[in-house]
């Protein structure tokens, strides 16, 4: 491209880059400059032994799972509490230092990246499950406790929370990408499951998006009708019908906000009583046409399912080299049930003639837990597997989704792309909501594969948003979508969007250079 242009368009394109460079030298100047003078402040705020220069703590909060680079910041800070989260970030406020957010550092989309330098606050050791009320099915959390770690804590009071994006990342975090995984089909995403946020804006005013203390319903179940303003509990389920229409739903505001609008210090969540039983199956299909029709008439005929993932012929194979199985090496649905014993027989029936009447066949279902996880240790393994394809060469997922309708048609236009491209990208995907992955495994120390990799992946968005699709379903904007969600919701839409950052961060100082550019407008 450089050799195409005129020599004047040279010199220009030259100057361009120094006044580039030199603004960018003079920003990181003055930004170490700034640091400098906050230590001793960040220090008599959260004590000195959390407050950490050393490369190696910098450059482990510099990056998350995803292939983009580390980009480290030039402090990281270990606050205690909401009071000290508030205290630090006026600080950053007051020296226009940037601030960057950090729960688990399991992202997939270079969110937690310094692009800017700044203060990268880790939130770890805020790890309080707080307000436990079982009766009303919710609690609430610091942004230090994980997934894992929450339902642990609730093992003994007959509830959980479904939400599983795979990783055991922090509640918060998840909130703050908006995340969900394999059980979004019966119990929604992070989204339907937040109730109330405590948000530190970046001057250091904390806000309740639900008001203090309030724990306000947005949804009800879809798969029941409200029979009661209290509590119905039926199959093992809970359906509690409190509601509001106080003013702007400022929760999903900061849900799916990525750090960019304020740091969630506290979240809210639904809880739901544990299933009185599980049954888990595996079916394999001729098609993927096959396998999609029957997840689409499974949903049509009202069954509550609770899984339904999809794994492509190259990813069973994978698998099953992988795990030492013996899967037919065909498109397979894996699917989970959950409810009370008699209800189960019912579904698992259902599902099971519905499979049929499509050609799937080798319809396996276990009932024990031991027997559940062995049919499901494929669809669990599928990560690791996929990256067994390729020894020493890294992972990368992708996370388009598209209308149910659509989907038979995005994946065999994917498969074909792949294959003319060349690259190795097994397909898995939680088909009841469309979303899929192509977990493309790629050599990091080659430029023109990763280039190959990042255009098939730039075709995969275009071809989802042709489709009516997104081209995130539940990893989050990032670094690599920011054109790719200006192209998905139009310009008008971004200045929108714009519009709230500026008014609640005014200074660009929350986790900058994530989901919106300024210079995209």
């Excluded at 603004?23 to 170490?32: D, F, G, S, V």
């Excluded at 594969?449 to 275009?462: C, D, G, N, P």
Aim: hydrophobic fraction near 40%.
């Amino acid at each position: 491209m450089w050799l195409n242009l005129t020599p004047s368009r040279r010199l220009l394109s030259l100057r361009w880059s120094l006044i580039q460079y030199r603004n960018i030298t003079l920003e990181n100047t003055t930004r170490k400059a700034a640091v400098d003078k906050v230590l001793s402040a960040f220090r008599s705020i959260c004590g000195k032994d959390n407050v950490s220069l050393g490369e190696a703590i910098r450059e482990q909060h510099g990056k998350d799972e995803s292939v983009h680079r580390c980009r480290p910041p030039d402090v990281v800070v270990f606050p205690r509490c909401v009071e000290e989260v508030s205290a630090l970030a006026k600080v950053c406020h007051d020296h226009n230092l940037p601030i960057i957010p950090f729960g688990t550092g399991t992202g997939l989309e270079g969110g937690v990246g310094a692009v800017k330098g700044g203060v990268c606050f880790s939130l770890r050791n805020m790890d309080q499950i707080l307000d436990l009320h079982p009766e009303d099915f919710d609690v609430t959390v610091e942004p230090g406790v994980t997934r894992k770690a929450l339902n642990a804590y609730l093992r003994d009071t007959g509830l959980w929370f479904p939400v599983d994006p795979g990783a055991d990342a922090s509640l918060c975090g998840m909130a703050a990408t908006s995340a969900s995984g394999t059980n979004a089909v019966r119990y929604g995403t992070m989204r339907e499951n937040v109730m109330n946020l405590e948000v530190v804006l970046s001057n250091g005013t904390v806000i309740h998006t639900a008001g203090k203390g309030r724990r306000p319903r947005y949804n009800v179940d879809h798969h029941i009708h409200p029979v009661a303003l209290l509590v119905v509990v039926s199959s093992s389920y809970y359906f509690v019908f409190r509601k509001t229409s106080a003013g702007y739903n400022l929760t999903n505001l900061f849900v799916g906000s990525e750090g960019t609008l304020g740091i969630i210090t506290k979240t809210t969540l639904r809880l739901y009583g544990v299933p009185e039983a599980m049954v888990s199956a595996v079916c394999s299909f001729p098609s993927v046409q096959a396998a999609v029709d029957s997840t689409l008439q499974i949903l049509q005929t009202g069954v509550p399912i609770a899984r339904i993932e999809f794994l492509d012929d190259v990813m069973i194979d994978a698998c099953n080299k992988f795990s030492s199985l013996s899967y037919p090496v065909t498109p397979t649905l894996f699917l989970e049930f959950h409810g009370s014993e008699r209800s189960l027989e019912e579904q698992v029936s259902t599902a099971e003639e519905i499979t049929h009447s499509n050609e799937g066949s080798d319809f396996q279902w276990a009932r024990d837990a031991e027997t559940r996880n062995r049919l499901w240790k494929a669809r669990h393994d599928a990560w690791y597997a996929a990256q067994a394809l390729r020894p020493g060469c890294k992972a990368y997922s992708t996370d388009v989704c598209v209308p149910l309708s659509r989907l038979p048609q995005i994946i065999v236009e994917t498969k074909k792309d792949l294959l003319e491209s060349r690259l190795t990208g097994p397909i898995a995907g939680h088909v009841g909501d469309g979303n899929f992955h192509c977990l493309m495994v790629v050599d990091p120390n080659d430029p023109d594969e990763l280039h190959q990799v990042h255009l098939f992946t730039e075709r995969l968005a275009r071809r989802a948003l042709a489709m009516d699709g997104t081209c995130t379903g539940e990893h989050g904007v990032g670094l690599g979508k920011r054109a790719l969600l200006c192209e998905e919701v139009g310009p008008l839409a971004i200045q929108v969007m714009q519009g709230l950052k500026d008014s609640l961060d005014p200074g660009n100082l929350m986790n900058p250079g994530k989901i919106l550019q300024r210079g995209e407008l």
